[in-house]
């Protein structure tokens, strides 16, 4: 027989609200707040036209203008089970980092919708926000962070190897996205494995 999980655990569920809390949060290297359309959109088109191959895995994009780019994050900023960041570094929006598909119920959250201009590739940011929305994820109660991308996106799932993620394997034709199949990657990490992955993941940055 399968133990029932500690009360303690199952209370958790009560507390975290299906919609995530709006929080600021911040490192030595990034700071990010809940995405504000009137306050950040202007900066993250000019981010989000910076190169088309930010796209080609994403479920949008690239975009022809800043209405269109407002349009898909205003559908992330109303989706029930998310919340939209703008990454901020050196005081200036260089991307977004989102908390999607969150399930409370069963106390998972996703890391997802993460894209970040080419100039800030490779110089920590991914890492110290990543680390950022982990760590809070985790302080909240939750149990499992997922991070999924399409299977032939090499540079994601180097990054969620190389930040300490878990590769659990691929569910084949998961999704249609863009009229093409998608095959997805599943990573995560767990609330026991944080205490062992958030230094190294902070060495990234």
């Not at 959109?41 to 895995?57: K, R």
Request: a neutral charge; glycine letters at 8%; proline letters at 6%.
């Amino acid at each position: 027989m399968v133990a029932q999980l500690p009360d303690e655990v199952l209370a958790r569920r009560a507390a975290l609200p299906k919609k995530p809390a709006g929080v600021s949060l911040s490192n030595e290297r990034v700071t990010l707040r809940p995405l504000e359309l009137a306050r950040d959109l202007d900066a993250l088109f000019t981010v989000a036209s910076e190169a088309d191959w930010i796209w080609q895995y994403m479920f949008a994009g690239p975009f022809a203008d800043e209405d269109a780019l407002g349009a898909w994050l205003r559908g992330t900023i109303d989706a029930p089970d998310a919340l939209p960041f703008t990454v901020f570094a050196g005081g200036a929006a260089v991307g977004v980092a989102c908390y999607v598909a969150n399930a409370p119920e069963h106390l998972k959250i996703e890391l997802g919708s993460i894209w970040y201009g080419p100039r800030v590739h490779g110089t920590g940011v991914s890492p110290a926000a990543t680390y950022l929305l982990i760590d809070h994820a985790i302080a909240l109660g939750y149990r499992r962070v997922e991070w999924k991308c399409d299977a032939l996106n090499e540079r994601s799932r180097r990054a969620a190897t190389r930040m300490g993620f878990t590769f659990e394997g691929v569910q084949d034709a998961h999704l249609i996205v863009k009229n093409r199949n998608r095959d997805t990657a599943w990573f995560r990490i767990l609330d026991h494995e944080w205490p062992a992955i958030a230094p190294r993941l902070k060495g990234l940055f």
